[in-house]
């Protein structure tokens, strides 16, 4: 029995293995380059776009509160006064899933409008820049908390997150798109209610908008991919999007369309910067005003979001002036609408759903980035703090058991605790609560401290897995080991523990498991493009194309690494209740039983 099993389970992984090798080498259709094209590139200048005509007239703004009216010159900026986390080098915070603003290139660099802007910004102040992916919802907490000098991610400037974070003079601005089904009944923002689900990114300024300026309750989801892919598949009436964002999502034969625009002068796009830092907001602002002056923010702007500045703002201080851009509009007009006004019938559902999810040659391209980056990292994430959890949960099951109250108590309480907050919490706890005191050790680098708030994670857990097997042990193991001579701590730790041990593997590994599914939390904290584990590098490809696929093909992985784990663990434990593989009993062995008889 135990050999057909083993078969079993060789067979399953090279299935496995063979269903990665057929993906990676491209079954299904050919082409490196999914059928939007790489949304995280430079669409040039002939992609220009002319200001909406259809702007929601409730979206009128007051006059520009916070643009300075001057910057200071470059030659009295101090670099060493400007607080930085590391001398000379500019952390930056950013996001890799909305381009063109913001996001992670084939190659996998930062990149889009907002951060080679940052760059250009950086080398007039001699500066050297560093990005690190992260979550919109922790990045203003992360820039307040010192875990990076900048936010960069076409953040808008709302009161709210003034209160928060300083920003910059505005270095772009944006409309609100509302994108429904072609068809709809809705056809601008006054015609969304209460019985409508409109989706938004949580945390954005578009979320804001939706609940405190239309005053409804949207559906929030975590990436603009993954709203779009809501609409289209209908689980979602409308989608509240910036305006580059959208545009760019929207393909012929999406059977969506913008049905209307809304802008406010008061919120521009801006880099955020911790609380207080004056200096660094000053120096931002000068090469802010240098690039503008010389022509560098002209060509990156023409370059990533060629659109028409709407009448009334320019980025920059109000002494600058204002960028020598093309004119959009007239190149807009030039090449006319992007469907030559002809507008494809949309797809059917199995057709979305196929290129949603099973675009072959994004599987392919998905699979070296994910075999390279993303599967060493998980690894190393996951061994590292099973290893460390597995070591504190023993000791948190031994306390446990104690019949010393003051060790039985805080193992019970530090057991509540841990099991009883998301994983989320703990590890945004660990990496900004605790990041700022060790950052000396650390090297402000929160990949380590991302795989102990892991293990503390997962040490409750195993903790409690520990403690019922070592208490489901036998007492007469316990008095037979006490009858022999063994005290009370040896007997423990040479009888009663390891036979409660080999009673929970399954659920120990189950727990093991787990844990490698929950290091793709670790982004929330901010990592180099190298430290990426298998969920960031697949949801890096997912935006940069639109697609999901990506994302599937990462969760192929995962099912590689966690199915021959289950069935090993299996393996192991049946091994050791048997005390070794059944086997026939050859001839010669045979007979000296029949003999002894």
Same mark, same amino acid.
Not at 343 to 350: I, N, V
Not at 398 to 418: E, H, K
Not at 442 to 451: D, K
């Given at each position: 029995m135990a050999g057909l099993l083993s078969v079993r389970f060789r067979a399953l992984i090279a299935v496995l293995l063979l269903a990665v090798a057929a993906l990676a080498t491209g079954c299904g259709s050919g082409g490196d380059s999914s059928p939007g094209g790489d949304l995280c590139a430079p669409p040039g200048v002939n992609a220009a776009s002319a200001a909406p005509t259809d702007l929601a007239s409730s979206a009128t703004a007051g006059p520009d509160r916070f643009t300075t009216a001057s910057a200071p010159p470059l030659t009295s900026v101090d670099v060493g006064r400007?607080?930085?986390?590391?001398?000379?080098?500019? +952390?930056?915070?950013?996001?890799?899933?909305?381009?063109?603003?913001?996001?992670?290139?084939?190659?996998?660099?930062?990149?889009?409008?907002?951060?080679? @802007?940052?760059?250009? *910004?950086?080398?007039?102040l001699g500066l050297r820049v560093e990005f690190s992916g992260t979550e919109f919802a922790g990045l203003l907490a992360q820039v307040a908390g010192g875990r990076f000098d900048v936010g960069s991610s076409n953040i808008t400037t709302t009161d709210a997150r003034r209160q928060l974070v300083d920003f910059t003079n505005g270095y772009d601005f944006g409309y609100f798109a509302l994108v429904v089904p072609n068809g709809s009944a809705i056809e601008g923002f006054a015609d969304l209610n209460r019985g409508s689900r409109i989706a938004v990114v949580q945390g954005t300024v578009q979320d804001d908008y939706v609940v405190n300026t239309l005053r409804l309750d949207p559906v929030e989801?975590? #990436?603009?991919?993954?709203?779009?892919?809501?609409?289209?598949? %209908?689980?979602?009436?409308?989608? *509240?999007?910036?305006?580059? =964002?959208?545009?760019?999502?929207?393909?012929?034969?999406?059977?969506?369309?913008?049905?209307?625009?809304?802008?406010?002068? #008061?919120?521009?796009?801006?880099? $955020?910067?911790?609380?207080?830092?004056?200096?660094? !907001?000053?120096?931002?602002? +000068?090469?802010?005003?240098?690039?503008?002056?010389?022509?560098?923010?002209?060509?990156?702007?023409?370059?990533?979001?060629?659109?028409?500045?709407?009448?009334?703002?320019?980025?920059?201080?109000?002494?600058?002036?204002?960028?020598?851009?093309p004119d959009f509009a007239a190149? $807009?007009?030039?090449?006319?609408?992007?469907? #030559?006004? !002809?507008? =494809?019938?949309?797809? +059917?559902?199995?057709?979305?759903?196929?290129?949603? /999810?099973? #675009?072959?040659?994004?599987?392919?391209?998905a699979f070296p980035d994910l075999i390279k980056t993303g599967l060493p990292n998980t690894l190393v994430l996951a061994v590292v703090s099973g290893a460390l959890g597995t070591v504190i949960g023993m000791l948190l099951a031994?306390?446990?058991?104690?019949?010393?109250?003051?060790?039985?108590?805080?193992?019970? *309480?530090?057991?509540?605790?841990?099991r009883g907050l998301p994983a989320v919490v703990i590890i945004l706890l660990i990496g900004l609560g605790v990041g700022?005191?060790?950052?000396?050790?650390?090297?402000?680098?929160?990949?380590?401290?991302? $795989?102990?708030?892991?293990?503390?994670?997962? +040490?409750?857990?195993? %903790?409690?897995i520990f403690r019922s097997g070592i208490q489901s042990v036998e007492p007469g193991q316990l008095e037979a080991a006490r009858a022999i001579g063994l005290g009370y701590r040896q007997a423990m730790t040479l009888v009663v523990i390891p036979q409660g041990v080999r009673?929970?593997?399954?659920?120990?590994?189950?727990?093991?498991?787990?844990?490698?599914?929950?290091?793709?939390?670790?982004? /929330?904290?901010?990592? @180099?493009a190298t430290q990426r584990e298998l969920f960031a590098v697949g949801r890096d490809l997912n935006a940069q194309t639109g697609n999901l696929s990506p994302l599937v093909a990462a969760g192929l992985v995962y099912l590689l690494l966690t199915i021959p784990l289950t069935h090993l663990v299996n393996y192991i434990d049946r091994r050791m209740r048997t005390g070794g593989p059944d086997r026939p009993i050859d001839e010669l062995e045979q007979a000296t039983i029949a003999e002894g008889r």
């Open positions: 400007l607080g930085l986390v590391t001398p000379g080098t500019l +952390s930056v915070g950013t996001l890799s899933d909305a381009p063109p603003s913001i996001c992670v290139d084939s190659s996998g660099s930062f990149t889009g409008f907002d951060n080679e @802007l940052l760059r250009a *910004v950086a080398a007039k989801f975590p #990436d603009y991919n993954t709203a779009y892919a809501n609409l289209k598949s %209908g689980q979602v009436d409308a989608w *509240v999007a910036p305006s580059a =964002q959208a545009e760019g999502a929207i393909k012929p034969g999406d059977g969506t369309s913008v049905a209307q625009n809304a802008f406010s002068l #008061d919120n521009f796009a801006a880099w $955020a910067v911790g609380k207080n830092n004056q200096p660094l !907001v000053d120096a931002l602002n +000068s090469g802010l005003d240098a690039v503008i002056a010389d022509g560098t923010y002209a060509r990156l702007y023409s370059d990533w979001v060629p659109r028409q500045l709407p009448p009334g703002w320019k980025p920059g201080s109000k002494a600058v002036p204002p960028p020598q851009l190149i $807009a007009a030039e090449h006319g609408p992007r469907d #030559d006004g !002809v507008r =494809q019938a949309p797809k +059917s559902t199995l057709e979305q759903l196929g290129d949603t /999810f099973f #675009d072959w040659s994004l599987y392919r391209k031994v306390a446990g058991i104690s019949r010393t109250r003051w060790l039985r108590w805080p193992a019970r *309480v530090y057991t509540d605790i841990f700022p005191v060790v950052r000396e050790v650390t090297g402000n680098n929160p990949y380590w401290l991302g $795989a102990v708030a892991l293990a503390l994670l997962a +040490s409750a857990y195993i %903790g409690e009673r929970v593997l399954p659920a120990l590994m189950n727990q093991f498991i787990a844990l490698i599914k929950d290091s793709s939390l670790i982004y /929330f904290l901010g990592l @180099l």
